[in-house]
């Protein structure tokens, strides 16, 4: 995927590949939530097995307050459009949503399913999707890209069974994980795994992101070896 949230763009595709249990080091949650308050301090677990995040249901809600521009990943890697002019086209399994001929996300999905529709509600409700990890160079490098979305529009679109799509964490249990052996690394709440990122520095900007929110949603299907999905937080 060109994917992965605020993150959403990632992803729970990038949360179930198999990683390595035994990891070599944590870097525990140190970033401040969206109300502005520090986190608690926990001590981070530091053998966890892998898994899909566990499906918890969710009210349907929209957009958070946006936080303060200091509390995002610098330099940012984002693509900036006009929620006004979207579009979506179908072909060969990927739904893509554009402004104009600029491609603002993809997502995987059946021709007659709801993710097309899904993709363009969300993506009207911003007017940034941004990435982490899109130049890394992992075998499966779409497990590593990671996605959120900025600049709320004053407009909310509801997203289509957006129930079955997110899960929660525990903001203030984050912690960040090296699975070694150039496994990259995984950031989880406990035993819940948000996401995959190719290296720290990928890592820690998905911590500072998902620090803000408490809740990961994904859209798109997702395949062994395509993994075109969409993540953002709320």
């Not at 949650?29 to 986190?39: D, I, V, Y």
């Not at 957009?63 to 200091?70: E, I, L, N, R």
């Amino acid at each position: 995927m060109i994917v992965p949230l605020v993150l959403v763009g990632l992803t729970a595709g990038g949360c179930a590949k198999k990683a390595d249990p035994g990891a070599r080091g944590t870097i525990g949650h140190a970033s401040p939530t969206a109300s502005g308050k520090p986190p608690s301090t926990k001590t981070p677990i530091t053998k966890s097995p892998t898994g899909t995040p566990t499906k918890t249901p969710t009210a349907s809600a929209t957009p958070s307050s946006t936080p303060p521009a200091t509390h995002w990943p610098s330099p940012e890697d984002c693509v900036s459009y006009d929620p006004t002019h979207l579009t979506t086209h179908y072909e060969a399994g990927i739904f893509v949503v554009l402004d104009g001929t600029k491609e603002v996300a993809r997502l995987q999905g059946e021709p007659a399913g709801h993710a097309g529709v899904q993709a363009l509600a969300l993506a009207k409700n911003y007017r940034k999707h941004c990435f982490l990890g899109r130049a890394n160079t992992q075998p499966d490098s779409g497990q590593f890209i990671f996605d959120y979305w900025r600049s709320p529009t004053a407009t909310k679109t509801p997203i289509p069974d957006e129930y079955d799509a997110c899960s929660s964490y525990d903001p203030t249990n984050l912690t960040l994980e090296d699975l070694g052996s150039g496994g990259g690394w995984r950031l989880k709440d406990h035993d819940h795994v948000l996401h995959l990122f190719a290296s720290g520095s990928d890592g820690s900007g998905g911590l500072l992101v998902a620090s803000m929110y408490h809740q990961i949603c994904f859209l798109g299907v997702t395949t062994d070896s395509d993994l075109d999905q969409l993540s953002y937080f709320r």
